[in-house]
């Protein structure tokens, strides 16, 4: 065997050792029923065929519009939802069909921190009985152990040793975001979707929260997808980001070449909504004409050719695919 094929397998192993997750060619497609039967009629393409990768230890934001799919995206690599195609590789081993008690044990490596700390927290339960609840379903530690593990959880995202004997009720919505984050910190997972983590707190709390996210990311080891649609939270956040459109992945590059040149014509236009915190410094503002169109009837060819100012003939035939032009630097558009 020659030194150049042993040098291909080797830098191959090594990428498949150095991702935790790697999406490829996801779908996630809602169907539509109609008529007196309910049959299938149409899909909603949520997520229409999208791929990337996250490595070990760091963080990959996700952006677009609300509905551009990225929170579906989030909860069907969970498992929360059903992949209608598409390989979700975690560790290297394909969790895309597992079942049962397979998808039961890989699930502790997996959590989430949900948008809406209002909704995703039990009312009824005490918040010392809902951080302890996953410890409890995958260990067999004694009441004493889970009370002082959901102990120092509550000193590490910075909540008083009394708010174990509370209701979520009883705390404010950064609080409850803090017992969401060590509900979904108790398996000590590799990977958290962070899905709009700060988005429904105050301005002011959110960066408390963000801080935390990262603090413990290097305590624990920790990889997030970090789901949002504000693009400066983003940047602040993340090492890689990936921009999506109509459940489409559009561009994905280190954050600081994607903030310096945007490649695509719709990152350009979310970069240039950004608002300067100098007001002397004049920004040309892209505006995009028209509106999303439906994820179910999308736009032949490049899903964003009605709204691009500069869309070709070509656009509106032939769906782009993701590409790297650049070092690290991939986008689906047929102006490369």
């Known amino acids: 065997m020659s030194n150049?094929?042993?040098?291909?397998?080797?830098?191959?192993?090594?990428?498949?050792t150095e991702n935790l997750l790697e999406?490829?060619?996801?779908?996630?497609?809602?169907?539509?029923?109609?008529?007196?039967?309910?049959?299938?009629?149409?899909?909603?393409?949520?997520?229409?065929?999208?791929?990337?990768?996250?490595?070990?230890?760091?963080?990959?934001?996700?952006?677009?519009?609300?509905?551009?799919?990225?929170s579906t995206a989030g909860r069907t690599i969970l498992r929360l939802l059903k992949p209608t195609d598409g390989k979700i590789i975690f560790e290297g081993k394909d969790i895309t069909n597992l079942r049962g008690?397979?998808?039961?044990?890989i699930r502790k490596d997996l959590q989430m921190v949900f948008q809406d700390p209002y909704a995703s927290l039990n009312p009824m339960q005490?918040?010392?009985?809902?951080?302890?609840?996953?410890?409890?379903?995958?260990?067999?530690?004694?009441?004493?152990?889970?009370?002082?593990?959901?102990?120092?959880?509550?000193?590490?995202?910075?909540?008083?040793?009394?708010?174990?004997?509370?209701?979520?009720?009883?705390?404010s919505g950064g609080q409850r975001q803090r017992i969401g984050i060590?509900?979904?910190?108790?398996?000590?997972?590799?990977?958290?979707?962070?899905?709009?983590?700060?988005?429904?707190?105050?301005?002011?709390?959110?960066?408390?929260?963000?801080?935390?996210l990262k603090d413990l990311q290097k305590e624990f080891d920790l990889t997030f997808l970090f789901i949002a649609h504000d693009l400066s939270v983003v940047k602040h956040m993340s090492d890689r980001i990936g921009v999506m459109y109509l459940g489409n992945m559009v561009e994905v590059s280190e954050k600081d070449s994607l903030y310096a040149e945007p490649l695509h014509p719709y990152t350009q236009a979310?970069?240039?909504?950004?608002?300067?915190?100098?007001?002397?410094?004049?920004?040309?503002?892209?505006?995009?004409?028209?509106?999303?169109p439906s994820p179910l009837n999308p736009p032949s060819g490049c899903p964003f050719h009605p709204r691009c100012p500069m869309a070709m003939a070509e656009c509106s035939q032939a769906k782009p695919v993701l590409k790297e032009v650049r070092p690290?630097?991939?986008?689906a558009c047929h102006l490369y």
Do not use: W
Request: net charge positive; hydrophobic share 35%; charged share 30%.
């Open 4 to 16: 150049t094929v042993l040098d291909n397998e080797r830098n191959q192993l090594s990428s498949q």
């Open 23 to 70: 999406i490829q060619n996801l779908k996630t497609y809602y169907p539509v029923k109609g008529g007196f039967l309910k049959r299938t009629v149409g899909n909603v393409k949520a997520v229409d065929n999208v791929s990337f990768e996250i490595k070990k230890g760091e963080t990959l934001g996700l952006v677009g519009e609300s509905g551009c799919g990225k």
């Open 101 to 105: 008690k397979s998808l039961r044990d």
């Open 126 to 171: 005490m918040v010392g009985d809902i951080i302890a609840e996953p410890i409890y379903n995958y260990t067999k530690k004694s009441k004493p152990e889970l009370k002082k593990e959901v102990m120092d959880l509550l000193e590490k995202v910075g909540l008083p040793p009394d708010a174990y004997y509370k209701y979520a009720h009883e705390f």
């Open 182 to 212: 060590a509900r979904a910190l108790a398996l000590r997972p590799k990977l958290i979707i962070a899905d709009e983590p700060v988005s429904a707190l105050d301005v002011s709390v959110q960066s408390q929260v963000l801080n935390l």
């Open 270 to 292: 979310l970069i240039s909504a950004i608002p300067s915190p100098d007001p002397r410094l004049k920004k040309e503002r892209i505006i995009l004409k028209g509106d999303v």
């Open 328 to 331: 690290g630097h991939r986008v």
